[in-house]
């Protein structure tokens, strides 16, 4: 179940927000603390003012919430709120049965009898907004021993923090319902995958997310469909520190959805290398994208790299084929699919390669396998050098980048300036286009940058990463598929 988190401060903006919402989750958490305190009154009829199922949460400042009263104060309302017809009702683990007793008609009850009685479903939560506590297995357990629902949502801050939420399943497998969140970053592939946890719902919000790492209640529908994972759904990924600004899954989930492939395409945060692929053979990954900084960092790890993979260094698609990890480099044809029309027609003799990372490597490598005559320009003139022993290229300082202008045919910006959030700046400052070179730029957000900007309004014919990054993409597709990209879906990257 995918479940929609209100957090409006009127019944009516929350009850916009179902409206809006209502395709794409199964039901909602109405929370109280989020609510000015005239509306709380009115929350008791939320769930005969929506056909979804209606979870009631009053979340206390300690666990993420808002709720600006005394514990007296707040259990009291939430026991009042409660008489309504709720589907669930959230507890914290440690508030006591004795705390939550309350007066109707003349007669004494307590709340957790009422609520099982009325057949209304108890969820007893834990929160930990520092990480993850030493016995959160014995948690999960205790929580449930009452026949309740246990809820954890705790803050992983490492890939093996991951991978502990990941071991809940089989650790307390006796616990057939368990809602199991990680929250922030490191958390979000938890939320997504939140079936391979043996959790029974993942909790989603309106528009952008949160900042505690929820997604929006669209994206989880209909680009990752987490809520029809099942025990057969092949699982891949990309891997990154940062990752989540990944266009990524956008291509590969697409794709998977455009030809009936049950598979779903993850983002997964990492900080060692080593320990993901602990995680992959866990989880039973199939095959990953790799992107910066691990491009070299997981050559050590696989059993068989492709040619141009040796010859560049470097790996950005890794597969799981005969119980081993096979490494590849689409970005070597992704670059080189766009110039492919011209390097046949030997319309591109010379280059400029402007930086000397990674995909400058990879560039740089493509570009003299084709004959044409590279020179590479870089701030760290050393590191310039370094890279042009390697690929047999020419090197010069990127402050006399002026020098190149009308006698190159090609010109390609592998650095990261200029891309989203420093759109204003521009590598290649200095550099006269004169309308025959083309030029090209790696950096795919924004899709047009100052660099291909300048280019375009001097007449020189520009390709942009996006398109680079569709077509490396599409040859991933490829390897973990055994299948062509759809060729008429067209990811928005």
Avoid at 21 to 26: E, G, I, L, Q
Avoid at 111 to 138: K, M, N, Q
Avoid at 175 to 200: A, D, F, H, N, Q
Wanted: aromatic share 8%; hydrophobic share 40%.
């Amino acid at each position: 179940m995918l479940c929609l988190t209100l957090t409006e401060d009127t019944i009516q903006d929350d009850l916009d927000c179902i409206r809006r919402n209502s395709a794409y989750v199964d039901l909602v958490e109405l929370r109280l603390d989020t609510l000015k305190d005239a509306e709380i009154a009115k929350a008791k009829d939320v769930p005969h003012l929506t056909d979804k199922p209606v979870i009631l949460t009053y979340r206390r400042k300690s666990d993420g919430g808002k709720a600006q009263v005394s514990e007296k104060e707040r259990l009291e309302k939430l026991c009042e709120i409660a008489q309504g017809d709720f589907a669930y009702v959230d507890i914290e683990g440690d508030v006591k049965k004795s705390e939550l007793r309350y007066e109707k008609d003349g007669q004494k009850f307590d709340l957790e009898t009422s609520l099982r009685e009325r057949g209304v479903r108890i969820i007893r939560s834990y929160h930990d907004f520092a990480g993850l506590p030493a016995d959160l297995f014995g948690r999960v357990t205790k929580l449930a021993s009452k026949g309740d629902i246990a809820k954890v949502a705790v803050t992983p801050h490492s890939i093996m923090d991951v991978i502990t939420l990941f071991r809940i399943q089989e650790e307390v497998k006796d616990v057939k319902e368990k809602i199991v969140i990680g929250m922030g970053p490191w958390g979000v592939c938890t939320r997504i995958l939140y079936k391979k946890l043996g959790s029974l719902l993942s909790f989603v919000t309106e528009g952008s997310g949160s900042g505690i790492g929820q997604l929006d209640a669209r994206t989880m529908k209909e680009l990752y469909r987490a809520d029809q994972v099942d025990e057969r759904t092949a699982v891949y990924g990309v891997i990154g520190n940062p990752v989540h600004h990944s266009s990524s899954p956008m291509i590969q989930n697409l794709g998977f959805h455009a030809i009936h492939f049950n598979a779903i395409y993850v983002p997964f945060l990492v900080d060692n290398v080593r320990s993901f692929f602990k995680l992959a053979e866990m989880v039973h990954i199939h095959g990953f994208s790799v992107t910066i900084p691990f491009k070299r960092d997981v050559l050590p790890y696989l059993g068989k790299i492709s040619r141009e993979t040796k010859q560049i260094g470097a790996c950005n698609t890794v597969v799981h084929i005969n119980n081993m990890w096979k490494g590849l480099n689409t970005d070597y044809y992704g670059f080189l699919q766009p110039l492919s029309p011209m390097l046949d027609k030997g319309q591109i003799k010379r280059a400029l390669v402007i930086g000397a990372g990674g995909a400058a490597q990879a560039v740089s490598f493509a570009l003299r396998n084709h004959d044409v005559k590279v020179t590479i320009v870089n701030r760290t003139i050393e590191h310039a050098e370094q890279l042009s022993r390697l690929t047999m290229s020419g090197y010069d300082s990127l402050d006399h980048i002026n020098q190149y202008s009308g006698k190159v045919d090609l010109v390609v910006q592998t650095t990261s300036v200029g891309m989203v959030p420093n759109e204003g700046e521009d590598a290649s400052h200095g550099f006269k286009f004169t309308g025959s070179e083309i030029a090209f730029d790696l950096v795919y957000k924004p899709r047009e940058t100052v660099f291909l900007s300048r280019a375009k309004q001097a007449g020189c014919r520009t390709v942009g990463g996006a398109q680079m990054l569709l077509e490396q993409g599409k040859l991933q597709f490829e390897s973990f598929t055994g299948y062509h990209y759809p060729p008429k879906v067209y990811p928005e990257i």
